[in-house]
Each structure stands twice: as structure tokens, then as C-alpha cells.
């Protein structure tokens, strides 16, 4: 294996495609395509007004978000915080979470360290 990974995260597959939620949302989750040993690289995108269905917390990964483009929510545990660009939120693992895209639509960049089972996927519980 060479020292370092080049790969284009627009030519990661795109998760969302596979599991019925394209073309609302984009999800390429780049940890394999980098080689990772540890840690995780998520490109993920939402379409204008759109919310994730579903939530998620981390046994053990703890996680940062850094928005690209765009605004809209985020959803920490019970509270829900207004986001833009450049914002970067650190979420503890067990903090369950969730993302809404404002009207422009959101990209967000996800780093953390990951263990291959460690995500627990949950309702989103937005609320109205």
C-alpha cells in the first residue's frame, strides 16, 4: 500500500442511490476508497428543504461536521441548532444526531474515527 490516497470524493459511490433516498440526498462514504485503517470521511449532501429520515450516535466516534455549502439544522440529542457555511460541530458519540437542509440546500464534510459497527441509526424525530 503506497503512503498516501488520492481520490476524488465526487467518484465515491453514492450511498444514498443504493438505499432509495437520491436524488434528495448524497452520501459518499469514503473510507474504504481512502484506505482508512481507523478513521471515517463522509461527503454528504441535501436538496433544498430536506430533512434526514433518520438519526444516528456512535458507540465510541466521536465526529466533526464542517458545512461547505449552503445552511440549515442541525439536531444534537433534544436541541437543534442553526448552521452555515464553514461551521465546524463537534459531536460526542453517544449524542444522537441528524441534519436539515435549508433553502439553499447543505453539503457537509463528516471526519471522525470509526470502528466498522460502531453506528446506531435511529428515528429523526424532527419536529413539525
Do not use: C
Not at 488520492?6 to 459511490?13: G, Q
Not at 444516528?56 to 466521536?62: G, I, S, V, W, Y
Not at 440529542?77 to 441534519?99: L, M, N
Amino acid at each position: 500500500m503506497s503512503g498516501h490516497t488520492i481520490k476524488n470524493l465526487r467518484e465515491v459511490e453514492d450511498s444514498a442511490v443504493k438505499f432509495g433516498f437520491s436524488p434528495d440526498m448524497e452520501a459518499r462514504f469514503a473510507r474504504k476508497d481512502l484506505d482508512f485503517e481507523d478513521h471515517g470521511l463522509s461527503f454528504q449532501r441535501l436538496a433544498p428543504g430536506v430533512k434526514q429520515p433518520f438519526a444516528h450516535r456512535h458507540a465510541d466516534a466521536e465526529e466533526v461536521y464542517v458545512v461547505v455549502e449552503g445552511s440549515g439544522r442541525i439536531r444534537t440529542g433534544d436541541e437543534i441548532s442553526e448552521i452555515g457555511r464553514w461551521d465546524a460541530i463537534r459531536v460526542a458519540p453517544e449524542t444522537v444526531r441528524a441534519f436539515a437542509a435549508g433553502p439553499d440546500g447543505i453539503t457537509i464534510l463528516a471526519f471522525g474515527a470509526h470502528g466498522l459497527a460502531d453506528a446506531e441509526q435511529l428515528p429523526a424525530d424532527w419536529p413539525e
